[in-house]
């Protein structure tokens, strides 16, 4: 794994690198990237952008950045898309063996660097509370819901999960671990705490590593991202079960189905359609995931 580095080099080893995967994000980077300059910590840290493929004026914004904090550094990650090889390629080049990824999309509160940094002094795995109120409308809200930002996460009540946007991690882990399977799009962060259990790493949850979750909310981009998080629960549900966990039924989201058809006359307002698109999204990707991966789950 490879990628070019543009921004200053430090010859010397940091207490934390913030990895930024980003691709074509040139309209919400600079929002995050405020938020982390304006921050302030004890150890010595960085943020590193990884460029992957984008197309827009990515690179360009962070390039003006970098030329006015020597904190940022562009790395291009050009061999293949998408956010798991994006990360581990920020991982390699980062020059601290602390670790905190967040997403070019959103925005870190006010000390999460702080939060994150002091965390990983202590712990091996880290997350912290992911809002969605402060970015998103509430109509928006309403459709995609709030997330419990007092406990860690978890899937099916199975195992604890991480936030991919929201993850300190040691790098040694990280290795061990294996890194982010390429294979999932999306859910990728809960394909990737399922192998932290399989390795008994312990989560900590940091209440102070808060960050703001921005939602997609035009409806052809509720539909995609739904179809994505659909298509990704065959494949993690069939791992989970190798793993010896015993797996939600295959049957477990059957009342979505009848969700839709009860909720088909909410297609005439704007709200009641992004909500219904969210859902059939979901229900339509999972069962395409389904098919694909030869594992049923629906």
Known sequence: MSGQVTGHVFSWALDLSVVIPAHNVADTLGEQLDALLGQEWDGEWEILVVDNRS?????????????????????????????????ATGIEHAASDAIALCDADDVVGPRWVRAMGDALREHRVVTGPVETETLNPAWLVDVRGRLDITRCRTWYDLFPVVAGGNL?????????????????????????????????ESITFEPDALLHYR?????????????????????????????????PPRFAGWR?????VSHSPGLRSPTGRARW???????????RGSIRDRTLFL
């Open 55 to 87: 197309t827009d004026g990515t690179a360009a914004l962070v390039e003006r950045y970098a030329s006015n904090h020597s904190r940022i550094r562009l790395v291009h990650a050009t061999e293949r898309a998408g956010p798991s090889y994006s990360r």
């Open 168 to 200: 300190g991690i040691r790098r040694e882990v990280f290795a061990t671990v294996g890194g982010f399977d390429d294979r999932f799009s999306t859910s990728e962060d809960h394909e990737f705490s399922l192998r932290l259990w399989q390795h008994n």
């Open 215 to 247: 939602y997609r909310a035009s409806p052809r981009a509720l539909w995609e991202q739904g179809n994505a998080y659909g298509a990704s629960r065959p494949l993690l549900r069939r791992n989970v079960a190798e793993a010896g966990i015993v797996p």
């Open 256 to 260: 979505s189905w009848v969700w839709l």
């Open 277 to 287: 698109l969210w859902v059939a999204g979901n229900r339509v990707g999972q069962l």
